[in-house]
Nanobody, 124 residues
Framework: QVQLAESGGGLVQAGGSLRLSCAAS????????WGWFRRSPGKEREFVAS????????FYEDSVKGRFTISRDNAKNTVYLQMNSLKPEDTAVYYC?????????????????WGQGTQVTVSS
């Protein structure tokens, strides 16, 4: 059974940093793309970032460009999201997701596996 487990969320002041991790078990994702999404209260789930199977190509939602960095460690079957210069509007539940394709995507329907989410709260 494939499971994705996020960690690293928490409460941080505006301007601070957090690093989210997502470890997969039950299957190796070294040849597949990963993504991060988030859902804020009262809003639809939105794309945050995606990384391809090699780790050399990534794509970000405009509001996080230059502040967030997605990376992966295939040996650990893990994807990360480094979040710097956090803003109160970044407050959300963050979800990692994995594709059955090596190519990055911003579409949530393109992802076959999802984690349970981790809460990130940024205070002003």
């Amino acid at each position: 059974q494939v499971q994705l487990a996020e960690s690293g969320g928490g409460l941080v002041q505006a301007g601070g940093s957090l690093r989210l991790s997502c470890a997969a078990s039950g299957r190796t994702f070294s040849n597949y793309a990963w993504g991060w999404f988030r859902r804020s209260p009262g809003k639809e789930r939105e794309f945050v970032a995606s990384i391809n199977w090699t780790g050399f190509s990534s794509f970000y939602e405009d509001s996080v460009k230059g502040r967030f960095t997605i990376s992966r460690d295939n040996a650990k079957n893990t994807v990360y999201l480094q979040m710097n210069s956090l803003k109160p509007e970044d407050t959300a539940v963050y979800y990692c997701a994995a594709r059955n394709s090596p190519v990055i995507s911003r579409g949530s329907s393109d992802y076959a596996y999802w984690g349970q989410g981790t809460q990130v709260t940024v205070s002003s």
